[in-house]
């Protein structure tokens, strides 16, 4: 079983695929928690994606198709050992030359994807959703400040360390990452069609149910 979860950047995907992975026991691949994880660690990787994601822009398919293969490839001995079911997708793919790698990736391992599920919610509230999350640099956790807030203004619930922004939530970068998501990324949702897999759901329901929405187009397919 394997799922990839599409819609805009600030439509709660993230949320959902934390919550989803653990309870179908699938793995999350989330191509920019891998590339902020590289930024961190200072790899070769992370140093030449940094100023990308700091704009806002898309990294380069060759980069991004070839982190997503190491990862399947590793995920397929937890498969073989029976730890993991498959994988759920979570930012990947983003361009039609992505989602075509995809496609030969999974191939190789016999394998391909069942679901798409697209989380939709209306332009005006992405943007004031995604210029009002804050992150905890201590510990990954994110807040909003009108939706979901910290108990004490501006720092963390579970560290105390004071709250930030993530570099592309700035306004610039945003109106970029959604300019982007719908030139590049929109399209793919075609591609999946021709195959009849793909789910819509209400990105604006409270996030319990947005989960069980996402679950129930879930539960129809071969699980
Ligand atoms: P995200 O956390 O999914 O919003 O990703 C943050 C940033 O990482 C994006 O704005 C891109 O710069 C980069 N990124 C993540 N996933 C991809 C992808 N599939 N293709 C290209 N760039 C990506
Ligand atoms: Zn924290």
Redesign the pocket.
């Known amino acids: 079983m394997n799922i990839i979860l599409m819609g805009a ?1 600030g439509s709660g ?2 949320t959902q695929a934390s919550v989803i992975g653990p309870r179908l026991g699938l793995e999350k691949i ?7 994880a590289a930024i961190a660690k200072k790899t070769e990787l992370g140093v030449k ?1 940094k100023s ?2 700091e ?7 060759e ?2 198709n070839a982190i ?1 293969h190491v990862r399947l490839r590793d995920m397929a001995r937890q498969k073989a050992e029976g730890t993991v079911r498959g994988a759920l997708f ?6 039609t030359g ?1 989602a075509e790698a995809l496609d030969r990736i999974m191939a190789e391992q016999d394998d391909h994807i069942d679901v798409v599920i697209e989380i939709q919610v209306p332009r005006e509230d992405l943007v004031a959703r995604l210029s009002g999350r804050r992150v905890c640099p201590t510990c990954g956790s994110v807040y909003h400040i009108e939706s979901d807030p910290p108990k004490t203004p501006g720092v963390c619930d579970k560290d105390g360390t004071p709250l930030g922004q ?1 570099d ?1 939530d700035m306004p610039d ?1 945003i109106r970029r ?1 959604l300019a ?1 998501y719908d030139e590049q990324t929109s399209p793919l949702l075609s591609y999946y069609e021709g195959r009849g897999i793909v789910r819509r759901v209400d990105g604006n329901a409270p996030i319990d149910d947005v989960t069980d929405a996402i679950l129930a187009n879930v539960s129809e397919e071969k699980v």
Do not use: H, M, S, Y
């Open positions: 950047q995907k993230g989330a191509t920019g928690d891998l590339f902020r994606v990308i994601l704009r806002g822009d898309l990294v380069p398919d980069l991004t997503v979570d930012g990947f793919p983003r361009t992505q993530r592309d970068a990452r982007l």
